[in-house]
């Protein structure tokens, strides 16, 4: 069964206290993964996607990075704003295969 | 400004009434999908359309009904045969249905 599980659930940081955020997943094979951030009680807002292994993209204090069976967001020297939950999405391969399969999430929190 | 819109932002049911959540992009999107977003679970997929006039059932339908008419529209209307709506809801587009998907800002229905 195809299956995208986040750790930590949650994480708090010091301002500058830089970590890596895991997003492990279980598909047959890869179409893409997707980042995103959500503020509460707000939409999710699109970070990055990622198309196949050894790929890396930054963004500002964000760094992705996929490998064949789990992917990383690095953040590098966290500020108080960063605070939010990030969520990672894969869209396997396969005929017919549209949905995106999301995990559950983890909570940052960064303090000043 | 291109973007994804949703109304009303917060939305109160009484039971056994049928409400309906508008979504609205004017990013010339050909998919549209709407999913359920519950504390500590993953988002989950109610519908999703990939062109006018066409949709089809994601993992959570029952109790939900949707409409494409136009290509910027795709309104989801919660039931009263939905025994639990309480959530919040998202509204979501991409160029294809393999491609980014981008959220709007959601609407949280409570059922009194």
């Known amino acids: 069964e195809d299956q995208v599980t986040q750790s930590p659930e949650a994480l708090r940081l010091q301002e500058g206290e830089s970590s890596s955020l895991n997003c492990s997943y279980t598909?047959?094979?890869?179409?893409?993964l997707f980042w995103y951030r959500q503020d509460p009680g707000k939409g999710p807002e699109f970070l990055f996607t990622?198309?196949?292994a050894g790929e890396e993209k930054e963004k500002e204090r964000l760094k992705a990075t996929l490998t064949k069976k789990e992917s990383f967001l690095h953040i590098t020297a966290p500020k108080p704003e960063d605070s939010a939950t990030y969520l990672c999405?894969?869209?396997?391969?396969?005929?017919?295969?549209?949905?995106?399969?999301f995990g559950t999430g983890t909570r940052l929190k960064v303090l000043a | 400004d291109g973007g994804i819109t949703q109304s009303p932002k917060y939305l109160f049911r009484k039971e056994g009434q049928n409400v309906t959540l508008s979504c609205e992009q004017n990013?010339?999107?050909?998919?549209m999908y709407w999913y359920r977003q519950d504390p500590g679970q993953g988002l989950r997929l109610i519908y999703y359309?990939?062109?006018?006039?066409?949709?089809q059932k994601g993992d959570i339908a029952e109790g939900y009904s949707v409409s494409r008419e136009k290509k910027e529209s795709f309104p989801l209307t919660v039931t009263s045969a939905q025994k639990n709506p309480t959530a919040f809801y998202l509204c979501?587009?991409?160029?294809?249905?393999?491609?980014?998907?981008?959220f709007g800002p959601g609407t949280r229905l409570t059922v009194l």
């Open positions: 598909v047959s094979g890869l179409r893409g």
């Open positions: 990622l198309y196949s």
């Open positions: 979501a587009s991409s160029t294809s249905e393999f491609d980014t998907q981008y």
């Open positions: 990013l010339n999107h050909d998919a």
């Open positions: 999405a894969v869209l396997p391969e396969g005929a017919g295969t549209y949905k995106y399969i």
């Open positions: 359309s990939q062109i006018v006039n066409d949709f």
